[in-house]
């Protein structure tokens, strides 16, 4: 009856041993389960978020890269056109200049004659505007000669007055020459 008791013993203690492995198999399936289920719900949308992330980050920085090259182009072809546009103008100026400066030596006195003739009329405007504020001028004088007299001497002081602001000689104008009948004299 020992034997037997001591059979049933170790056939007890077998079963618990078989029992005890059993155990630590479904533990170990069941930890496998657990790490799977978190691999799952928890590891891989964390790894999808942190992908995402990257990629709007990228996508934003190449947007900011792309953008700030398309504004230095921009800037790059304004300036372009600006500097082509100032070098037409120049040039253009230049050869307007340039035919000026021809025809100035073509036609020589001639042509700073026609420069004075066509500046007079804009003189003349800028000295006679105070009077045109003027409603009437009163000359009294009981002696007809000297308003006459006055009115003599200021026209004769015009050429004068002209050569003085333009450097251009009105008597030598040969138009003037032939109205007035004077051969280059300045009459004072």
Known sequence: AAKE????????????VVQRKKQITIEEKEVMRMDK???ATVKRPAE????????????HKMKKVLTAQAEAEKIRCIG?????SIEAVGKAEAEKMRLKAEAYLQYGEAAKTAL????LPKIAGK??????????????????????GEVTRLLAELPVSVHALT????TKIPLLQQLTGQQGQVVN
């Open 5 to 16: 008791q001591q059979k049933i013993r170790l056939e007890e203690i077998e079963i618990e």
């Open 37 to 39: 289920e978190l691999i």
């Open 48 to 59: 999808a978020e942190a992908y995402k992330i990257q990629q709007l980050a990228e996508g």
């Open 80 to 84: 372009e056109a600006e500097a082509g």
């Open 116 to 119: 004075v003739l066509e500046a």
């Open 127 to 148: 000295v006679a505007a105070p009077l045109a504020r003027t409603k009437e001028i009163v000359i009294l004088s009981g002696d007809n000669s000297r308003v006459t």
């Open 167 to 170: 450097g251009m000689d009105l």
